[in-house]
Structure formats: C-alpha cells, structure tokens
C-alpha cells in the first residue's frame, strides 16, 4: 500500500443534487511510521479536507500554486512545510487567480 490516506464517500441524490451522507477516512500507519508528528497531522489534515468535499489541488505541480493543504503528495507538502489549511488569495501571472483551502471550504459552506 503506497497511499497514506485515503477518503471515500457515500454519496445520496435528493432530486438532481448529490449530497455527501458519510466519509471513511482510512490512516496508513505502516507507510506514515517514520513521518515526523506535523507530517502525520498533515495527512490527516488532508484526509479531513476530502471529509468536507475538497479535492487534491495539483496546481502546485503544474504552477508553483497554489501552496495549499489539499496538494495530493505528501512529500510536495513536506517539502513546503505544509499540515494545516492554508489561506491562498493572489493573482499569478499567466494562470489568474488561485485560491486556497480556507478559500475553497468558505466558497462550499
Ligand atoms: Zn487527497
């Protein structure tokens, strides 16, 4: 097993909308033994974001940005120093505007 943690949902349709009904949120120990504490509050932390319905944000990858919690590899995370949701709100120049964790949770809830 590669992965350090994985979310799925249980999804429900109340007429044409999709509603997330419950969140299995499973914790690799074996691959997550060795990180340090925050590196394991950071996956966590992930994990929960998939909880309340926001996606991996590769953009990080592709981009430089946005620096954020949801970025899909944990070692893109360690390296940037990354366990908690962050705050992104900026334009970047050839991409437009990116947005981060807390952003994308306020713009669903
Ligand atoms: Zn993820």
């Known amino acids: 097993m590669d992965w350090?943690?994985?979310t799925n949902h249980t999804v429900g349709v109340i007429g044409n909308k999709y509603y997330y009904i419950n969140a299995l949120v499973?914790?690799?120990q074996y691959h997550i033994g060795s990180y340090a504490?925050?590196?394991k509050q950071g996956v966590i932390?992930?994990?929960l974001g998939h909880v309340i319905a926001l996606d991996d944000d590769n953009g990080y990858l592709l981009y430089g940005d946005p620096k954020v919690l949801m970025i899909g590899y944990d070692s893109q995370r360690h390296s940037l120093g990354i366990y908690t949701p962050q705050s992104v709100n900026k334009y970047?120049?050839?991409l437009?505007?990116?947005y981060g964790d807390v952003e994308g949770a306020n713009y669903l809830y």
Do not use: F, L, P
Request: proline content about 0%.
């Open 4 to 6: 350090s943690g994985k």
């Open 26 to 28: 499973r914790i690799n």
């Open 37 to 39: 504490s925050w590196q």
């Open 45 to 47: 932390a992930h994990e």
């Open 92 to 94: 970047v120049s050839g």
């Open 96 to 98: 437009g505007y990116v």
